[in-house]
């Protein structure tokens, strides 16, 4: 079952980086599913250099994208009052249904189901080692918690100027 859900949100990833790449270039859908394919076959050969260098292209990519979207935020100018009001007390505006929901698939974040699973063990830690099996699992939650943190702030960031617009 759990392989169903991966495939079944690796599609919706592929149709919406495809729909994205047309909205941007005005590339037909079927050029920008096989530019997103292709670039998943670039992680792969990246990740055949060793895990570390992948994870650093990752951090290079999230930095571009989260430099990007705040300048975006800060030039659309939300009012910060509404922005701190809406995270306490979640709201839906009248007839923004379809955006709110095109904005929960949007962040949804399928890659949590195998990535983070997948990061902790690559990490060699002895399994006879009480104390440093402990260390590993505190150390993959401070990780998880900051890519979760990133990832919350990258999300406001797109609301907030998803809202002014």
Same mark, same amino acid.
């Given at each position: 079952?759990? /392989?169903?859900? %991966?495939?079944?949100?690796?599609?919706?990833?592929?149709?919406? @980086?495809?729909?994205?790449?047309?909205?941007?270039?005005?590339?037909?859908?079927?050029?920008?599913?096989?530019?997103?394919?292709?670039?998943?076959? +670039?992680?792969?050969?990246?990740? !055949?250099?060793?895990?570390?260098?992948?994870?650093?292209?990752?951090?290079?990519?999230?930095?571009?994208?989260?430099?990007?979207?705040?300048?975006?935020?800060?030039? *659309?100018?939300? &009012?910060?009052?509404?922005? *701190?009001?809406?995270?306490?007390?979640?709201?839906?505006?009248?007839?923004?249904?379809? *955006?709110?929901?095109?904005?929960?698939?949007?962040?949804?974040?399928?890659?949590?189901? !195998? +990535?983070?699973? @997948?990061?902790?063990?690559?990490?060699?830690?002895?399994? &006879? &080692?009480? &104390?440093?099996?402990? /260390?590993?699992?505190?150390?993959?939650?401070?990780?998880?918690? %900051? @890519?979760?943190?990133?990832?919350?702030?990258?999300?406001?960031?797109?609301?907030?100027?998803? *809202?002014? !617009?």
């Amino acid at each position: 079952m759990t /392989e169903l859900a %991966i495939i079944g949100s690796d599609i919706q990833e592929v149709l919406g @980086s495809a729909t994205a790449l047309n909205i941007l270039f005005g590339w037909p859908l079927w050029v920008g599913a096989i530019v997103t394919i292709l670039d998943s076959f +670039l992680f792969l050969f990246i990740h !055949y250099f060793g895990v570390r260098k992948l994870e650093f292209f990752f951090l290079m990519l999230i930095a571009v994208m989260t430099i990007t979207f705040m300048i975006n935020m800060f030039k *659309a100018e939300p &009012d910060a009052g509404q922005m *701190a009001f809406g995270t306490f007390v979640p709201t839906v505006p009248k007839g923004s249904i379809g *955006a709110a929901l095109g904005l929960v698939g949007a962040v949804i974040m399928p890659h949590n189901l !195998y +990535l983070h699973s @997948s990061l902790v063990l690559t990490r060699s830690v002895g399994i &006879d &080692d009480l &104390d440093k099996m402990k /260390e590993a699992v505190i150390y993959n939650n401070i990780e998880s918690s %900051i @890519s979760l943190f990133i990832s919350f702030v990258i999300s406001t960031m797109v609301i907030a100027t998803f *809202a002014v !617009y």
